[in-house]
């Protein structure tokens, strides 16, 4: 079946900091991986996805690889901002489209 | 982008009466629309998915005569709560998708907030 795995949070970071968010999945055939954002008391906004092995989704800074090798899709970003403070959700979807798969997320707070 | 509202944004009702979120799609028409919960500090877990014109296909363990979901037009899905138990409470998040989005995106609404008193 379908899963992701991703690492537990919370995660705190300094302003400028390296940040990395570890996410793998389980799927059966050849998924599309996403990353979404949800900011404090709204809904999921999508931050990049990829759609096929090697594609590398970016978006704001923040980037991310899909590995079928290693079946991972870790989100990454070189230098964050307080205003990079919410929580991130690796998902997946399969072959077909419809139904999202999402990982628990991931709580992030930037402090200045 | 496309752009998905809910309504209300949040809600406060008493326990055993009922109440209706409305997912509209606001530019583009949506086939099919799905509707998750999340609860504080936890994931989406899927509710059930609906197709305009037909029934909605429900999750496992998702009571669908307490969540009753009608899709009935292209630009709206709406979620029923009948007989609502403080247990109920819970962010409902909607997401759509269908002609005129890029492929392989849902788009979210920003959710609903219920309470159940």
């Known amino acids: 079946g379908n899963s992701v795995t991703q690492m537990e949070g919370p995660v705190t970071l300094s302003e400028e900091a390296f940040l990395t968010i570890n996410c793998t999945y389980t799927a059966t055939g050849y998924p599309s991986l996403f990353w979404y954002v949800q900011y404090p008391g709204e809904g999921l906004q999508l931050l990049l996805k990829?759609?096929?092995?090697?594609d590398k989704g970016s978006n704001k800074g923040f980037e991310a690889t899909y590995r079928k090798e290693t079946t991972s899709f870790h989100l990454e970003k070189g230098s964050v901002q307080v205003s990079d403070s919410a929580v991130y959700f690796c998902a997946l979807r399969g072959s077909t489209l419809g139904r999202l798969y999402f990982g628990r997320g991931t709580q992030l707070t930037v402090w200045p | 982008g496309a752009v998905v509202s809910q309504h209300p944004s949040w809600v406060i009702c008493k326990s055993g009466t009922s109440v209706k979120i409305e997912c509209r799609s606001l530019?583009?028409?949506?086939?099919?629309m799905f509707w998750y919960r999340q609860f504080p500090k936890q994931s989406l877990m899927l509710m059930a998915t609906?197709?305009?014109?037909?029934?909605?296909?429900?999750e496992q363990g998702v009571e669908k005569d307490k969540f009753l979901i009608n899709h009935a037009s292209l630009t709206l899905s709406t979620l029923t709560v009948t007989s609502a138990h403080p247990e109920d409470s819970s962010f409902y998040i909607c997401?759509?998708?269908?002609?005129?989005?890029?492929?392989?995106?849902?788009?979210f609404g920003p959710g609903t907030r219920l309470t159940v008193t």
């Open positions: 530019d583009f028409q949506a086939t099919t």
């Open positions: 990829a759609t096929k092995a090697d």
């Open positions: 609906s197709n305009e014109g037909s029934k909605a296909t429900y």
């Open positions: 997401s759509a998708e269908g002609g005129g989005t890029e492929s392989y995106e849902q788009y």
